[in-house]
Structures are given as C-alpha cells and as structure tokens.
C-alpha cells in the first residue's frame, strides 16, 4: 500500500510542476500611438517645459483652506473608496486565476451510510440487507495547462489588477481635480459676490444724491428713475450669485465626504481667488503617457484582453486531464462484531485509490469556439482604438489647459487696465455731474461699465487657476509616478 501511495504522490507532484508546452494566443505588445513631440504653447514666457513633480501639484496656491479640503477629500470621498475596493476585488480575483493552475479539485470526502434493503427486493434472498458502508479519502482533479490557457488567464487577471490600481489613480487624479476646480469656482463667486455688493453701496450713494437733487428741482425725475433701474439690476445679481455659491458648496461637500450642512466647518473666511504661479513646468509630451492613469488603464486593458485570446483559443485544442482518489472503503452487517469487516476501515486492507489520466475535445460545436475566438480579437481591436483615442485626448487636455492659463493671463492684464479706465471714468462722470457738465445717462453708462469690468477681471483671474487645475489634472498629477509596478 505505501508503493501505491507514494507512487501517487510522485505522478501528482510531477503533473504539477509540468509548464504548458504551448502557449497559444498573442503574446502582448504595446500598441503603436500618435506621439507629440512639443506642446503648442511651449514658447509661452508662461510655460516650461522642464519636468516637476505633479504629486502635491495644489500646494503650489498656497492656499490653506485648499490643502484641507484636499486632505479631508482624500481621508474621506466614497467615490474614491469604492475604487479601492475594486482594487481589493481584482487582488482575490487574480488569486482565484492563480489557483486554476494547480488541480481545479482537491477535496477530502468522508461518509458513513446504515443500510436497510427490502426482504421483497430482488435477489434479497441470503443477502446482508442490513449493513454498513464506511468511506474516508482524498480526490483531486487536475486539467494540465497544456495549452497555456491558465497561464493567459493569470495574465489576463494581472492586467486587470493593474488595470484597477490605475483606475484608482484616476479617480484620485479626477478628485483632486473636481476639489480644487471648484473651490476656485467659489472663490470666484465669492469675490463677484462682494464687487456687486461694493457696487451697490456706490450706486445706492449714487441715488442718494440725485434724489436729493431731484427733490431740489435740480434735475428731471429722469434721473431719479435711471439711479432706481440701475441699483434695482444691480442687487439683482445677487441672487443668482448666491445660488451659484450654494450649488459650489454643495458639490464640495459631496466631494469631500460631508452633509451639505457641514461644508461650513471646512471653509474659513479665505474668501480670495487662489492665486496661481506665472510659471507652470509640463515637461515634454511623450512622458505624459506613462504618467496619465486613465491612458495606462487603457492599456492593461489592452493587455488584459490580449491574453483572453489565448484562453478562447486553448479551448480548440483537447484539454488533457488526470483525475485521483486515494481512500480508505470498508462495509459489513450491522450484526457483525467490532471485530467484524465494519470496524476495519483503518486496516491495510480497507484501502483503495483511483488514478487515470482522461482527454476530452470539442470537435463538432457548430463554430462557436472559432467565434468566439472571433469575438475576442474584436473586443482587442477595439480596445485598442479606446487606448490610442486615450492618448489623443490626453493631449487635447493638457493643450486645452495650457491655452486657458496662458491667455487668461494675457486677458488678466488688459482687464486691468480696463478695470483701471473704468474706475477713472466713473470718477469724473459723477464730477462732470455734480456740476452740471454731464447729465446722469454718461454715470449710468460708466458705473456699468465698471462693475462689468471688475467682474471680468475676478473671472478671468479664476480662469487662470482654472487653466493650471486642468493642466495639472490633464498631466495626471496627484500620484506617485516613481511607485508604477
């Protein structure tokens, strides 16, 4: 018995350190994409083309509220959450791949069976019809990977597991992003929100003045009616800013992890537009596709899908298999002494095994395996176009940035000057006024062309902000680029 065993254990063992002779299906090579070799904008005195670290890429406002919504965000975002746990998922999932490499069933059985057959059975006649049966042992079947379909699907699995690391990155990216796009989205608001209120305690002192004139007989109940007008659509905008400013926060809190009812805690009173850097670095574009994760998940995709072939077309060839059971059997009559057949089952003699190998093979399945081969090499080619288009619109992104930070600077700098003409303008219309030199129609034009100016220049101070958030975001920063497997 103990030849039997050990021969056993020899076969078994030897099986399953047996590589697969044959891996058929592709083998895995990047596909080819459109490669930039310069950023539009890389002439830009507002653009470097150096290489920077992207990782911490918001401290760069040194904005404190900034860095503690981003920190709660990170502690705290669900969405984020839920994306490592799919990384967790893809983990055990890739176990599972692994596991199928080694005998697909390994069980210990046991049972113990009492018998009653029928005295009016047939051939009953002198038969034990009361007995016991007594069974313990070992069974394992292993499918040998001949063809190297485990071996793909433990390639395969791999790449999804990469595939949701990288997942996880981009949504930490796109976070990261969301965050401070809409702080400044905020920021921006806020500060609109106190030019209009600045602006209606100049025009409300406005109205003041041509009341009291009007009530003098100095001036028509024209002008009277025009200062009303243009207060009353002044305090209007307010409102709607207000509105924008609740809809701001509340997709902070939702970012962040919190009731809209606690968004308040996280905000202070830093209610200024972030200020953002004359300079951004971006480095060269042919390094933005190892740093973006959505165009590195694209491409374990890729990879991932590569391999599934090579596991559909496995199943064209036979699967070769060898099934064991190593046991111990024994029965006897349930009136037999302990002594009896139904108290040995631990003896040399109780024991049994099984040990064979066993192919089998598709041969007419009506052209479903080659379909869905075909199915397969599909699903590649078009993830395939999904990573190339990937790479072009990481390059849409970033060039969609730069253009936003590099004219809004140049637009920052001629509102300025507006900004500037408009504030001397209304200086002098209400001058020229008050003395009768201008009526009050060249006061209501200027005060309006102030408040448009002003508001302009707070919007467009937030588009450069803005413009560097998606630049960074388009890069990909907010991960560790030197920690990629």
């Known amino acids: ?56 890429w918001w401290k760069v406002f040194n904005d404190p509220e900034l860095d503690k919504l981003v920190d709660t965000a990170l502690s705290q975002n669900l969405s984020l959450k839920a994306a490592g746990m799919r990384v967790i998922e893809s983990r055990a999932l890739l176990g599972i791949s692994i596991g199928e490499q080694y005998p697909q069933t390994q069980e210990v059985t046991g049972s113990a069976f009492r018998y009653q057959l029928s005295e009016n059975a047939p051939n009953s006649l002198m038969a034990d019809l009361k007995y016991s049966d007594y069974n313990l042992g070992v069974g394992a079947i292993w499918e040998a990977d001949f063809w190297g379909k485990f071996q793909r699907a433990v390639e395969s699995s791999q790449a999804e597991f990469f595939a949701s690391i990288e997942n996880y990155r981009d949504v930490k990216v796109i976070l990261l992003g969301e965050v ?3 702080y400044v989205k905020l920021r921006t608001l806020q500060e609109r929100l106190q030019i209009v209120e600045s602006n209606i305690k100049v025009q409300a002192r406005s109205l003041e003045i041509v009341d009291a004139r009007f009530r003098a007989g100095m001036v028509t109940e024209l002008d009277l009616q025009q200062a009303k007008n243009l207060l009353a659509d002044t305090e209007a905008r307010v409102p709607l800013l207000e509105i924008e400013m609740r809809k701001a926060k509340n997709a902070l809190s939702v970012l962040i992890g919190v009731t809209p009812l606690n ?22 574009p042919a ?32 699967h070769f298999s060898i099934s064991g059971f190593v046991g111990l059997q024994s029965s006897g009559a349930t ?5 009896g057949h139904g108290g040995r089952i631990f003896s040399s003699d109780s024991f049994n095994y099984i040990l064979g190998p066993s192919f089998a093979w598709s041969l007419w399945n009506y052209g479903r395996l080659a379909n869905k081969v075909r199915v397969e090499y599909s699903r590649f080619h078009e993830l395939v176009a999904n990573y190339q288009n990937s790479v072009l ?17 140049e637009r920052v700098e001629h509102l300025l ?26 006061v209501l034009n200027t005060e309006e062309v102030l408040l448009d100016s002003e508001e302009k220049l707070a919007i467009a101070r937030g588009k450069i902000a803005q413009g560097l958030i998606d630049t960074y975001r388009a890069l990909g920063g907010g991960w560790d680029a030197n920690s990629c497997h």
């Open 393 to 409: 619109l990481a390059y849409q992104d970033v060039e969609n940035g730069l253009i936003t930070f590099t004219k809004s600077h």
């Open 287 to 318: 390094n933005l596709l190892n740093r973006r994760p959505d165009v590195r998940r694209a491409l374990y995709n890729v990879a991932s899908q590569c391999a599934r072939i090579g596991v559909a077309k496995a199943d064209l060839y036979p």
């Open 263 to 284: 968004i308040g805690n996280y905000l202070g009173g830093y209610e200024r537009i972030p200020t953002a850097p004359k300079e951004i670095a971006v480095g060269i």
């Open 1 to 56: 018995m103990h030849k039997i065993v050990y021969s056993f254990v020899i076969i078994t063992l030897s099986l399953l350190t047996t590589t697969s002779c044959i891996k058929v299906g592709p083998d895995f090579r990047r596909p080819c994409s459109e490669i930039q070799s310069n950023w539009l904008d890389c002439s830009s005195k507002y653009i470097s083309c150096k290489e920077q670290d992207y990782q911490n």
């Open 335 to 339: 009136e037999m002494t302990s002594s």
């Open 417 to 442: 000057k507006s900004t500037e003409a408009a504030q001397r303008s209304v200086s002098l219309s209400r001058t020229q006024y008050v003395e009768g030199i201008a009526d009050y129609t060249r």
């Open 180 to 182: 401070a796009s809409t």
